[in-house]
């Protein structure tokens, strides 16, 4: 009998050292240690052995029994670090890989420029406001006092949605909003697209934008209009610019102006980009606000006075950030627009 329980050790601690899982090694338990193992098998048959081998043989198998005990123990242990030595290999992160390179974008430059040209507005305690991109004739022309025949209107200048919608062809409309919607005092800016049936060439494009601006309260005059104009323009390109009012039409405002300012080159001394005259010409186009315009929204003219304004963004845009031609200010190509 005792080499039967020799026998047993050694086969069970041979195996046991062949083991990859735990459930091999639960499997070799229940062979051996079980209810129906072998060494209880053997055990069991300790009732036909002589009172004198009986204390020899259960302590001799008890001992067995604890040394196989023990190896397993220590199996599983060794397995149960396998396994997780192989489950941080596999999941092992190489921290010395280069991380995902994030994107973080920027604003466009003419997103830039109407923003800036936003803020010197409201530090001058003017509001922004927005109006829509289709507009109405009655908005775009008709309460704009614009002429039934004014070349604007023409199908070949302005792109038409209906007979009566169309695409607004500057932001004035926005003024006609404001004042139908308000009562004066008004103080507002809006900015955004305009367009119009042009060929695209190096300063032109269909799709364009503009600023507008409105004031109208009590005692407005050409003096407020022209200490506003000249405060902005030095506030956006400094404080040796100049500005020139040369007087013009517009439908809308009476008297109208045009307004250059000194050249952005040589700052009014003259040089070849201003053809020597020292300035830059039409950057905006102003007046005081038609009293026919006021009756169609009904504010009282004899009450009220005030003054508009409209330039170009592009235009803007370009001179300050050094862009010579329209297109790239909306082709989006990722070479040009990471330069700003
Ligand atoms: N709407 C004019 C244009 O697109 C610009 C303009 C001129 C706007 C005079 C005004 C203004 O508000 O008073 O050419």
Request: net charge negative.
């Amino acid at each position: 009998m005792k080499d039967e329980i020799n026998k047993i050790k050694e086969e069970a601690m041979g195996e046991i050292k062949t083991l990859n899982n735990m459930e091999e090694l639960e499997e070799l338990r229940i062979k051996f240690l079980g209810k129906k193992g072998k060494l209880t098998k053997v055990l069991r048959g300790m009732g036909k052995l002589s009172n004198d081998e009986r204390p020899v043989i259960g302590q001799m198998a008890n001992e067995v029994r604890r040394d196989i005990e023990k190896e397993i123990n220590n199996t599983r242990k060794r397995l149960k670090r396998e396994i997780q030595k192989k489950k941080l290999e596999k999941e092992r992160i190489d921290i010395s890989i280069p991380g995902k390179n994030f994107i973080l974008g920027h604003r466009h430059p003419l997103v830039k420029t109407i923003e800036e040209l936003e803020n010197i507005f409201m530090n001058m305690g003017f509001s922004v406001v927005y109006g829509p991109e289709v507009e109405t004739v009655e908005n775009n022309f008709d309460e704009l006092n614009s002429p039934e025949n004014h070349p604007s209107r023409d199908l070949t200048d302005t792109f038409y949605i209906t007979e009566d919608i169309l695409l607004r062809t500057h932001t004035s409309p926005v003024q006609i909003r404001v004042m139908k919607e308000n009562k004066p005092p008004l103080r507002i800016v809006s900015a955004g697209r305009t367009f119009r049936f042009d060929d695209v060439d190096d300063t032109h494009s269909p799709m364009f934008h503009q600023l507008e601006g409105l004031v109208v309260d009590e005692n407005i005059t050409m003096a407020n209009l022209k200490e506003t104009i000249d405060t902005f323009i030095k506030e956006l390109f400094g404080e040796d610019m100049k500005t020139r009012f040369r007087p013009h039409y517009f439908p809308f405002t009476e008297p109208s102006a045009e307004v250059d300012v000194s050249c952005f080159n040589c700052k009014g001394k003259g040089c070849e980009e201003c053809n020597g005259t020292g300035w830059s010409m039409e950057l905006l186009g102003c007046g005081m606000v038609n009293p026919k315009v006021l009756k169609n929204c009904g504010i009282d003219p004899d009450k009220y006075s005030g003054f508009a304004f409209g330039l170009g963004i592009d235009r803007i845009a370009m001179v300050k950030y050094g862009i010579d031609n329209i297109r790239l200010l909306f082709e989006n190509d990722m070479r040009f627009l990471e330069q700003f």
